[in-house]
């Protein structure tokens, strides 16, 4: 007998928000396969496809073992036909056609570059790739009129791409606790999110916002947002109110994905380093975009360069303190982003995507389950409760069709409890 069938006899849920998935496990090979082809359907507007692709990796990213082979599969749930080849291919040959073909197609790294800026979707960047733009370059040279996010989005690319770590995401907490406690004292904020969820770096940070006495945090958005701009700590906003009603005869079916949520779409000014130190700024100067340099000695004008993984140290004549200047690898011991594109030189910031969102305290609960993510997880959840308890699920309420009344909670454990399902901590919803 062949080691490790004993997988195949344990019985593994087909909802995966009914399993635990913690954030490292037992299948990286195939999981990340299996994300590529994901991805690719994604933008190409296939969402069906996609979310086939990203149920099958969920799945086997809840496995306690290794699969070594496919007869360890047998009577698992999620995995389709095409996953199933996919992953057959991956384990006999170590690597999958398809994904190999999908990851060298131009159309594919195309699409990744372009959806890659902020602002930027799949709809867009598919027509810019038709019309022969393939990278953020191509689109700034192309003339095009950009919206006020996707300017943004191009100008601050480099480093939008570039992880924002733990210590940043702290930093960025403690900005943001003091902007909101400056505006409305006992107001509570929560990091929710990949990092709630245990990662150790994200594309973003995420905050949840409220207030204890219900109805205070009306409106509370505009003020953070005026704080923080007259602080000078964001780089680009974009502000939106709350458009929530709470209906006698339940939400409308399906339920908008969408929350209606206070919320703030931000990129953030970090003056600290990845490790949450503040940057020495030593002589500052103005270049002519506005931006801070540290040292004038330095150039560094071709933001192409910046996704090599050598360090950028032309600082033979003016070494910087603490300053290595490292774009792309983020893996090596980087302490601080240079500038790029019109900037000379490194800076004393970097930019950052915060996303922050203030619900009333009754809702508390539901938009803590609703953005912690992962985005698979809060999937099945609705799902979950759609299909096996004639419930709908929102980041604002729990409605349950049969007794046509909404349900209460002022926990994360209570709506699970709720939709008759098994808690499950946020570090493994990892799905
Ligand atoms: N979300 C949402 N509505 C949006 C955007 C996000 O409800 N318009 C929710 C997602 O469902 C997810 C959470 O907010 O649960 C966080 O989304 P996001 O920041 O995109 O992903 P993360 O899981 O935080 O991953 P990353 O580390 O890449 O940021
Ligand atoms: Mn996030
Ligand atoms: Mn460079
Ligand atoms: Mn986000």
């Known amino acids: ?31 990340d396969a299996l994300s590529i082809l994901a991805e690719n359907a994604e933008l190409g507007e296939n969402e069906g496809r996609g979310v086939a692709f990203r149920r099958a990796a969920a799945l086997l990213k809840s496995l306690p073992q290794e699969v070594r082979g496919a007869e360890q599969l047998r009577g698992l749930p999620c995995l389709g036909e095409h996953s199933l080849r996919v992953i057959k291919e991956v384990l006999e040959d170590g690597v999958s056609h398809e994904v190999e073909t999908t990851t ?20 867009t960047a598919d027509r810019w790739f038709r019309e022969g733009i393939h990278t953020p370059s191509d689109l700034q040279r192309s003339g095009h009129t950009l919206n006020r996010a996707q300017r943004a989005g191009l100008q601050y690319y480099d480093e939008l791409n570039l992880p924002v770590t733990k210590p940043e995401a702290v930093a960025i907490g403690q900005i943001v606790e003091r902007a909101v406690h400056a505006v409305l004292p006992g107001a509570e ?6 990092f709630r969820r245990g990662k150790q770096t994200g594309h973003d940070v995420d905050f949840l916002i409220t207030h204890p006495d219900e109805g205070r945090e009306e409106g509370l958005m505009r003020k953070v947002v005026s704080w923080l701009e007259a602080q000078g700590f964001l780089l680009y906003q974009k502000t939106t109110g709350n458009s929530y009603l709470e209906s006698k005869e339940g939400p409308a079916r399906p339920a908008s994905n969408m929350d209606r949520f206070e919320r703030c779409f931000s990129i953030f000014r970090l003056r600290t380093d ?12 103005q270049t002519g975009d506005g931006s801070q340099t540290y040292s004038p000695t330095l150039t560094n004008t071709d933001p192409h360069t910046h996704s ?16 290595l200047v490292v774009v792309g690898d983020h893996a090596q011991k980087v302490s601080w982003v240079l500038g790029h594109s019109q900037c000379s030189g490194p800076r004393s910031w970097r930019a950052v995507r915060v996303d922050l969102v203030v619900s009333p305290y009754s809702q508390f609960a539901f938009a803590l389950l609703g953005w912690t993510g992962s985005k698979l997880f ?3 959840l609705r799902r979950w409760a759609v299909h096996e308890k004639a419930m709908t699920l929102s980041s ?14 002022s926990s994360e454990e209570e709506i699970f409890a709720h939709l008759g399902l098994e808690y499950i901590p946020p570090c493994d919803r990892n799905a």
């Open 104 to 123: 060298h197609s131009e159309q594919f790294k195309a699409m990744k570059a372009l959806t890659g800026i902020f602002g930027v979707g799949a709809k």
């Open 274 to 285: 990845n490790e949450g130190r503040e940057i020495q700024t030593g002589t500052e100067i």
């Open 396 to 409: 604002h309420a729990l409605y349950d069709r049969k007794r046509t009344q909404y349900l209460r909670a």
């Open 378 to 380: 809060e999937r099945e």
């Open 308 to 323: 090599d993984t050598h360090p950028h140290t032309k600082t033979d004549s003016h070494p910087l303190p603490q300053t």
């Open 1 to 31: 007998e062949k080691p490790g069938l004993e997988l195949a006899v344990v019985s593994v849920p087909s909802y995966a928000c009914q399993r635990h998935t913690p954030l490292l496990h037992h299948n990286t090979t195939l999981t």
């Open 189 to 194: 904020i929560t990091l929710i999110g990949g």
